[in-house]
């Protein structure tokens, strides 16, 4: 995002091999032929704004397995249910904070959409033209009308949605790409997200807990420790933070696959101040 990327203190390539005896999933390949909602969460009860005007609204980040047309996205694409049935389109959907070209699989609705001591969101269904592609795709296609996705609530904290292996196409142009490593891994979080407890920028403590694993022609895996953690500081604002971090990487194995992304526990926390649980996240 902001051009920013934070260094580890110690930075250290670890090919461990082990003993596998299931085949990881290639997520070189990002045809991804289905659309999905991969995470929608409650970020918080208040407190968001929209350009157009109006405030004191809540926000729900909505993750895609594919990229969004800009073109497309409007707030009658979206209804949010809630618990004792009623149901709210959102006063805006924004590509924002997330706001790069190769972020586009997340949008932000902001409306009024429940309280935590009353009616909550449960619910929320695609029921408009909205428009997506996979990752290397050029063609956009209608997402499907009818699309669900159960709503987090506000007290849970961040978890891994996705991660894939960002192109060098993707990342022409790209102000906030890593400035260190030859591979380059997008995950994206369910939520904005930064330092916990205090809401910091990350620093050396996400850098080191992160780690990639990759599965090997031979069928075994090994785990890469990212040398930095791009995608940082995109905006002015530590708060205005987005929900994506791009681990950048030594070079790798002859095909090697990605095959999980693992981080350890209370390193993040949500705009609600909730922190990460640790993450396994499998493709």
């Known amino acids: ?146 699309l669900t996705r159960a709503i987090d609530q506000i007290e849970g904290g961040p978890y891994i949605a996705d991660a894939w292996m960002l192109t060098s196409k993707m990342l022409q142009g790209d102000k906030n790409r890593c400035t260190v490593g030859k591979n380059f891994v997008r995950v994206a979080w369910s939520n904005g997200m930064t330092a916990y407890p205090n809401g910091d920028e990350v ?13 090997l022609p031979d069928g075994k895996s090994i785990v890469v420790k990212p040398l930095a953690v791009g995608d940082l500081a995109d905006h002015s604002k530590t708060s205005m933070d987005d929900n994506m971090h791009d681990l950048c990487l030594p070079a790798l194995p002859k095909g090697a696959q990605l095959s999980e992304v693992r981080i350890g526990a209370s390193l993040l926390r949500d705009p609600n101040g909730d922190p990460n649980a640790a993450q396994q996240f499998k493709l």
Request: some cysteine; proline content about 7%; overall charge negative.
């Open 203 to 215: 620093g050396a403590a996400v850098v080191d807990s992160y780690s990639a694993v990759f599965t």
């Open 1 to 146: 995002m902001f051009g920013k990327s934070v260094l580890a203190l110690v930075t250290c390539l670890l090919l461990t091999p082990m003993a596998t005896s299931v085949a990881a999933t290639n997520n070189s390949d990002l045809s991804r032929g289905t659309a999905k909602i991969l995470s929608a969460s409650w970020g918080l009860n208040g407190g968001n704004s929209c350009p157009s005007g109006g405030s004191g609204f809540d926000n729900v980040p909505v993750t895609f397995n594919w990229f969004i047309d800009p073109a497309s996205v409007a707030p009658t694409d979206f209804l949010i249910t809630r618990d004792d049935g009623t149901t709210a389109n959102p006063a805006c959907a924004l590509l924002f904070p997330p706001d790069e070209k190769n972020e586009r699989q997340t949008i932000d609705l902001v409306g009024d959409f429940g309280d935590p001591a009353g009616v909550r969101p449960i619910t929320l269904t695609i029921t408009g033209s909205l428009k997506g592609r996979a990752m290397t795709s050029t063609h956009w296609q209608k997402i499907p009308v009818g």
